[in-house]
């Protein structure tokens, strides 16, 4: 009897292995979370000629990042944290950060995918075409955009230990974001109300989104925003790690 | 890969666990030797799982030392942590994996280089094979079971922590685990379980701990804790059948109340 421990790299593989598969046996909520602003994407066809293609593939994405934040992350977190898997894989000789940190990676591949997928539906249905620069820079600050939903994925499961009432919250949040961000942005709720949405989780992801799609147009709001993401990514995040518990008792 | 560090494979010193103001393991002190089968017993909330936590290393203790294969389970918690395999009570893996997955994960993560052929192998071993490709969901709560222990030893860990292993086991599947786990015994594992059967802790059990309110009230084999206090009038009263049993011992020392 020997005490081996593996290389935390090892570990991880392993870890990411095991995440994937558990992505891809629960494709059903892999696709919701891709197909709902895939459908926006194509309802919103009319409004690219009046609003432009940016501002269209923007929003959507910004509602698949919701999707991957909550949906995606937040409520397989919940439901693996109730049923033990976590306290299981911590009793074994890997570091507990690297247990998130597979978590994170696979979210990561979906705000990827996802991304391609809104790329390509946006050229092929809606005629969306932006210069390559502009793909490029969406994916990186798709990232960023991701992490502070994931922050807020993060803080509700810090927060909230019953899995039934993550899901239920996770579920209300998703669909506040989306009603108000969306329509918010489009002006329908008044142009105060727009001005609001605008500096709120939605808004500035949707901002720095919509101007990493046009480089040509980013501006110091631009950059404000994209601080003031990254400013709520690390509020979210650092009070649900901080409130988080790894089981539910 | 590292050398083992002591004789003693689990050594507790004056453990004390609190979860805000109220003390769940008082100053509790025991040590487990290589080849032995040792039981914690304790009515609901006494203490037995935030015990057996401390040592997982799944709570951080107010005070004392718990080291693993003479690793300090704080300092070099990686090390304690590959020194032991761990049965928790309350389980699971991912219900989306298959078996072999599932194997093929822990394995990893302990470190192991398997291929399908020796998971296959490992599978056969507890009647299991033809469960490979089924997902973990899937199984039965006996199936499930032999899986967590199959995976608790996969690693040949020094120390084998066994959290109520054969709660909710029909009486064959019971026995099946008691010869699996004697069987590890005398491969020279030091395992230590906690179990509500006062049945199973004398067959099974070389030494036990009865404890009580955070506190062990007696530490010895199942026939000296039963001779030692068989005299006491609280034991003779708790006697069902004239003979006094380790369960009469147990009731004697921690009471009839029912606990929550």
């Not at chain 1, 593996?6 to 629960?26: E, G, V």
């Not at chain 1, 994916?139 to 239920?168: C, D, F, H, R, W």
């Not at chain 2, 590959?82 to 309350?90: D, E, N, P, R, T």
Request: aromatic share 8%; hydrophobic share 45%; proline share 4%.
């Amino acid at each position: 009897m020997q005490t081996n421990i593996p290389k935390t790299s090892t570990a991880l593989y392993f870890l990411l292995q095991a995440d994937l598969r558990t992505q891809w046996r629960n494709r059903r909520s892999s696709i919701l979370v891709v197909l709902v602003p895939t459908i926006i994407l194509i309802a919103w066809k009319g409004l690219v000629d009046k609003m432009g293609g940016a501002f269209v593939l923007s929003n959507c994405i910004t509602v698949g990042l919701t999707a991957v934040g909550l949906m995606g992350y937040t409520v397989s977190i919940a439901r693996d944290r109730d049923k033990g898997i976590f306290q299981r894989l911590r009793v074994a000789p890997v570091p507990n950060w690297s247990i998130m940190a597979s978590r994170l990676l696979v979210q990561l591949f979906m705000i990827l995918l996802m991304n391609l997928v809104l790329f390509w539906t946006g050229y092929y249905f809606d005629h969306i075409t932006l210069p390559f620069a502009g793909y490029a820079l969406c994916l990186l600050t798709s990232i960023i955009g991701g992490a502070m939903y994931l922050g807020l994925g993060q803080l509700i499961v810090g927060l909230i230990k019953n899995p039934e009432s993550v899901n239920s919250t996770t579920r209300l949040v998703y669909f506040a974001f989306i009603m108000i961000g969306m329509f918010g942005i489009l002006g329908i709720l008044g142009d105060k109300f727009k001005e609001v949405v605008l500096w709120t989780p939605y808004g500035t992801v949707w901002r720095t989104l919509a101007a990493s799609l046009h480089p040509s147009t980013w501006t110091s709001t631009t950059s404000a925003a994209l601080g003031v993401t990254l400013g709520y990514a690390l509020l979210f995040a650092s009070i649900g790690i901080k409130n988080f518990k790894w089981n539910t008792k | 890969m590292l050398n083992q560090k002591t004789t003693d494979v689990l050594e507790v010193e004056g453990l004390n666990v609190l979860y805000g103001s109220f003390q769940a393991v008082r100053n509790v002190s025991f040590t487990v030797h290589p080849g032995e089968i040792f039981g914690l017993l304790g009515p609901n909330g006494a203490g037995k799982t935030s015990t057996l936590s401390a040592i997982e290393g799944l709570l951080t203790p107010h005070s004392g030392a718990i080291r693993v294969a003479g690793y300090d389970i704080r300092k070099e918690a990686l090390a304690a942590r590959a020194s032991m395999g761990v049965q928790l009570q309350a389980t699971s893996f991912q219900p989306e994996l298959s078996v072999i997955e599932i194997l093929t994960l822990y394995a990893g993560i302990y470190g192991l280089n398997l291929n399908k052929t020796q998971i296959e192998n490992i599978l056969e071993e507890i009647n299991l094979r033809s469960a490979a490709p089924k997902r973990y969901g899937e199984l039965s709560g006996g199936q499930q079971q032999r899986i967590s222990l199959v995976i608790a030893t996969l690693h040949d860990p020094r120390l084998v922590l066994l959290d109520e292993p054969t709660s909710g086991l029909d009486p064959q599947s019971r026995r099946q685990l008691w010869e699996r786990i004697e069987a590890m015994r005398d491969k020279g594992h030091a395992i230590i379980l906690t179990t509500h059967s006062m049945e199973e802790a004398e067959a099974v059990c070389d030494r036990i701990a009865i404890i009580d309110h955070g506190e062990i009230m007696t530490i010895d084999t199942p026939q000296a804790i039963i001779d030692s206090n068989r005299d006491k009038p609280e034991v003779v009263r708790a006697s069902r059948k004239g003979k006094i049993t380790l369960e009469d011992v147990f009731i004697g020392l921690t009471g009839k109340a029912v606990r929550s």
